[in-house]
C-alpha cells in the first residue's frame, strides 16, 4: 500500500474513531485492499464545488468525520473574519446520508457558538443560496452530491452573499482544515441550543422571489392550462417546483408518478443526471402521451435543469445545456426590451466552455456579456465585482445552470423551469414552439453546435491518467485537427495564449485554472478540463455554420455534427 495511505490507516484504527469504522477498515484490508488505498491516500479536498466523493471510511470518502474536519476547518475561519454573531443556514438534498450530514454540520458549528438554521427537510440547493441572503448569514452549507450517482455526497461551502466560496476564502478555509491534524481538535456537540429550525416560512419568501423574475405574467395567465411535464429526478425539485408553477398560475402541471418521491437510492435511473437521456425517459413518454408543451426536469437538488419539447416532425427531443441556455437569454433580453423595462446597463455573464451564441444575442440587444471560468461561484464574484455599477439579468452555462435575477448567486433549476415554462407560454402565444424559435435564433445568428464529452477515470492511477492526458496537450499541441489547423492554444492554468503560428503569446486575465482551450481557423473551439469534483476529464466541442433558411437547420447541424465527429477521432477521444 501507497506508504502515505498506511499512515493515514493507521491513524484511523489507533485514534478515537467508532469501532464501526475500525471493523470496516479491517474487513476492506482483508477483502479489498485496492479499495481501501483508494480511500486513504489523498484527503477529499475542496473543488470546484466544495467536497464531494464516494462515500464510506476514510480520508478520501464522504464520512462523518470528512464532514466534521470540514466544518470545523469553516467554522474556524469564520471566526477569524466576522467580529459579529455568526449565522449559517444549512440544507440537504434527498440523497442517502444528506440529513445526516447536515446534522453533524450543524452540530459541529454549533458547538463552536456559531447559530445555526437548518431546513427541517431537503430543499433545493438555491434555497440555501437565497436564505443566506434574506436571513444575514456569513455562510452556509448543503449537503448534496448534485448529479452524481447514488454512491456519492458531498458538502458545498457557502459565503456570507450566498456564493460558493472563491479566493481568497475557498483557499484559507483550506488552510484551516489542513490545521486539524485528529478528530480530538473538532468540537462536535454542545450548542444544540443554537441550531433553529426552518421551513415553509422561507419557501414562501423564495416563491414571491421567483414569480417577481417572471417578465409577462399576463401571458401566463393567459396561457394557464399550458400542459407541462415535470420530474424531479427523486430529488429536491418536489418541494418547490410544483408550489412555483401553481403560484405562477400554471394549473396543468403533471409529474412523473415513478420519479416523484425523494429516494436517495434513485431506483428509476443508473445516474439522476437530467443531461443524461436515460434519466428523462420517463418524462419523455409521459410527455409523449400527453401531447405536452414541456417537459422540465431538475437533478437531485434541484439546480440543474433539462427540458424536452417537439421538433419540427413532432418527434420529442432533449435540448442540451447551451440550446437551454441561448432560449433563456434571448427570451430575458429580448422580453425586458419589448416590455419596455430594459436598461443600458444591463449585463448577462457566460462561462468560457458555453455556445458562442449567447454572445451573438448580447450583442444583438447591445447587452454586455461577460465570460468567467466554470462554475456558478465566478459567475457571482464577477456580479460582486460589477454590482455597484451593472445591472446583472441572467447567467448561465453548459452544464444546464441558469441563474436568473439578482436575489441568489448559485444555479437553480426552480426559477428556471419558471423561465422555460413562462418562455413555452410566449412562444405559444406566438405560434410558435420552442424548437422553432431556437431554429430562428439559428437563421439570425449562425448554426451552433456542442457537444460534451466526460472520460471517467477512477481511483489514484485514473487521477495519474488525467493529469498525463492533460500535460501532453499543454506541452504538445496539435498543429491541426480534422485537417483544421489549430491558431490558438489557451492554456488558462497558466494564464497566457499563444498565437501557434506566429509564436507570439498573451496574458489571460481570468483566475488560474486547470483547462485547455484550442481555436481553430474555422472558429471551431474544442476545452479540456478535469472535472474539480469527479474522477472525469470533460472535453468540450464547439462548432458553426450559417443555414440560409428553418429548412436547411436539420441538415447543417448533420454536417457539423460530423465535424465534431472528425474532431473527437482526431483526437483520438
Known amino acids: 500500500m501507497d506508504p502515505i495511505a ?14 464501526a469504522t475500525k471493523d470496516t477498515i479491517s474487513q476492506l484490508s482483508l477483502d479489498h485492499p485496492k479499495e481501501l488505498e483508494d480511500s486513504f491516500y489523498r484527503n477529499l479536498a475542496f473543488g470546484t464545488g466544495g467536497l464531494r466523493g464516494l462515500m464510506g471510511v476514510g480520508t478520501n470518502r464522504m464520512n462523518k468525520y470528512t464532514v466534521g474536519i470540514a466544518t470545523q476547518g469553516f467554522a474556524n475561519y469564520l471566526k477569524q473574519i466576522f467580529n459579529e454573531t455568526i449565522r449559517v443556514a444549512i440544507a440537504y ?3 442517502n446520508n444528506s440529513r445526516f450530514f447536515a446534522e453533524t454540520t450543524a452540530q459541529v458549528f454549533a458547538a463552536n457558538g456559531i447559530h445555526v438554521f437548518l431546513f427541517e427537510d431537503l430543499r433545493p440547493t438555491a434555497e440555501l443560496s437565497f436564505t443566506i441572503r434574506e436571513l444575514g448569514c456569513q455562510g452556509g452549507v448543503v449537503c448534496t452530491a448534485s448529479h452524481n450517482p447514488k454512491e456519492y455526497n458531498g458538502y458545498k461551502a457557502y459565503w456570507d452573499d450566498g456564493a460558493q466560496l472563491v479566493a481568497p476564502h475557498d483557499k484559507n478555509v483550506i488552510k484551516e482544515i489542513e490545521k486539524i491534524e485528529e478528530i480530538g481538535q473538532v468540537k462536535w456537540s454542545g450548542g444544540e441550543q443554537l441550531i433553529t429550525s426552518i421551513g415553509k416560512e422561507m419557501d414562501q419568501r423564495y416563491i414571491e422571489m421567483v414569480k417577481s423574475l417572471s417578465v409577462y405574467p399576463e401571458i401566463v395567465v393567459r396561457f394557464k392550462d399550458l400542459n407541462i ?93 447551451n440550446q437551454t441556455a441561448a432560449l433563456a437569454f434571448n427570451y430575458m433580453l429580448e422580453a425586458r426590451k419589448e416590455k419596455g423595462i430594459a436598461k443600458p446597463n444591463d449585463m448577462v455573464i457566460t462561462t468560457i466552455v458555453t455556445t458562442p451564441l449567447i454572445d451573438a444575442i448580447a450583442k444583438a440587444n447591445e447587452v454586455s456579456c461577460y465570460r468567467v471560468l466554470t462554475g456558478f461561484k465566478w459567475i457571482a464574484d464577477l456580479i ?59 437563421v439570425q445568428h449562425g448554426l ?14 485514473g487521477q495519474q491518467e488525467i493529469a498525463a492526458m492533460m500535460n501532453g496537450f499543454r506541452n504538445d499541441p496539435p498543429a491541426s485537427l480534422a485537417g483544421c489547423s489549430v491558431v490558438q492554444l489557451l492554456d488558462y492554468e497558466a494564464q497566457t495564449g499563444k498565437d501557434l503560428s506566429r509564436g507570439q503569446t498573451w496574458t489571460l486575465t481570468l483566475p488560474r485554472s486547470n483547462v485547455l482551450q484550442f481555436i481553430l481557423a474555422d472558429g471551431s473551439v474544442i476545452s479540456a478540463r478535469p472535472s474539480g469534483t469527479e474522477p472525469k476529464i470533460k472535453f468540450y466541442f464547439s462548432v458553426q455554420g450559417k443555414i440560409s433558411g428553418a429548412g ?10 460530423l465535424r465534431i465527429n472528425s474532431f473527437r477521432t482526431a483526437m483520438n477521444l
Open 6 to 19: 498506511q499512515e493515514k490507516v493507521n491513524q484511523w484504527l489507533q485514534g478515537e474513531y467508532d469501532q
Open 93 to 95: 438534498d434527498s440523497r
Open 229 to 321: 411535464v415535470y420530474t424531479p429526478i427523486h430529488g429536491s425539485g418536489i418541494r418547490l417546483v410544483p408550489l412555483v408553477l401553481k403560484a405562477l398560475g400554471f394549473n396543468n402541471v403533471n409529474l412523473v408518478k415513478e420519479q416523484e418521491e425523494p429516494n436517495g437510492n434513485f431506483p428509476t435511473v443508473v445516474y439522476p443526471n437530467p443531461e443524461e437521456s436515460e434519466a428523462m425517459q420517463l418524462g419523455l413518454n409521459l410527455a409523449q402521451q400527453l401531447d405536452a408543451d414541456i417537459l422540465c426536469g431538475t437533478d437531485p437538488d434541484a439546480d440543474r435543469l433539462a427540458i424536452g419539447v417537439k421538433d419540427l416532425t413532432g418527434n420529442w427531443v432533449l435540448l442540451n445545456g
Open 384 to 442: 460582486r465585482e460589477k454590482e455597484a455599477t451593472e445591472n446583472y439579468i441572467i447567467g448561465g452555462e453548459e452544464s444546464f445552470g441558469l441563474m436568473i435575477g439578482n436575489k441568489i448567486r448559485d444555479k437553480d433549476g426552480v426559477s428556471a423551469v419558471a423561465l422555460l415554462c413562462e418562455m413555452a407560454a410566449y412562444e405559444k402565444s406566438k405560434g410558435r414552439s420552442l424548437y422553432e424559435k431556437l431554429i430562428d435564433l439559428s
Open 448 to 461: 451552433y453546435l456542442e457537444e460534451l464529452l466526460s472520460i471517467t477515470r477512477k481511483g489514484k492511477e
Open 552 to 561: 436547411t437547420y436539420e441538415e447543417v447541424k448533420k454536417q457539423l455534427q
